[in-house]
């Protein structure tokens, strides 16, 4: 699937196939997220990727009874929590070099929409969860101090199809050298 078509059909899929997802297409999804650009090539992201059923139990629970998605993280063949460094990206001797503070979510979110991308491109569905009690699944996960749990999303094989949710026009959002010249 050509990267366009790819960013331009891919959905928030929260209902999956029982069907497993195996280690060289799990590979291959995690390799694309690999290969996203981070801070200063700091590469701060760290991925843990949950099959066992008890566990993906206890990270469903981390999200709200009403979150959407709390059964899809239940169910889906493969859990994926993307968990970054602290105090790494966006900072330079230990001292921040931004003003928009630690850089971890914007590198975590660019290697997880690598992740999405690739999956959708390999046939598989995904949803970009980021409503859960992040201190809790990073418990549930062993993650060590000095890290923390920033987005989940369940994989597999799609058992729905979702049509496109409407979009902004470029004209609502798009400004030409200054703000307001559209």
Request: net charge neutral.
């Amino acid at each position: 699937m050509e990267v366009l078509e790819a960013i331009n059909t891919r959905r928030s899929i929260r209902k999956y196939k029982s069907d497993p997802v195996d280690g060289g297409t799990l590979e291959k999804v995690l390799e694309a997220a690999r290969q996203a650009p981070s801070w200063a090539n700091t590469q701060c992201w760290q991925f843990v990727a949950v099959r066992d059923a008890e566990t993906k139990g206890k990270l469903s629970d981390t999200l709200s009874e009403t979150n959407p998605a709390r059964d899809a993280v239940r169910n889906a063949p493969v859990v994926i929590v993307a968990c970054a460094e602290t105090g790494r990206a966006g900072y330079k001797s230990g001292e921040v070099t931004t003003d928009k503070g630690d850089w971890f979510m914007f590198d975590v979110a660019l290697a997880m929409h690598n992740l999405v991308l690739a999956a959708h491109a390999l046939g598989l569905g995904t949803v970009y969860v980021g409503l859960f009690d992040a201190k809790k699944a990073a418990g549930i996960l062993s993650v060590p101090e000095g890290y923390c749990a920033v987005a989940i999303t369940p994989l597999g094989y799609p058992d729905e199809t979702k049509e496109a949710r409407s979009r902004k026009e470029l004209a609502e959002f798009v400004h030409y050298d200054k703000w307001g010249a559209r």
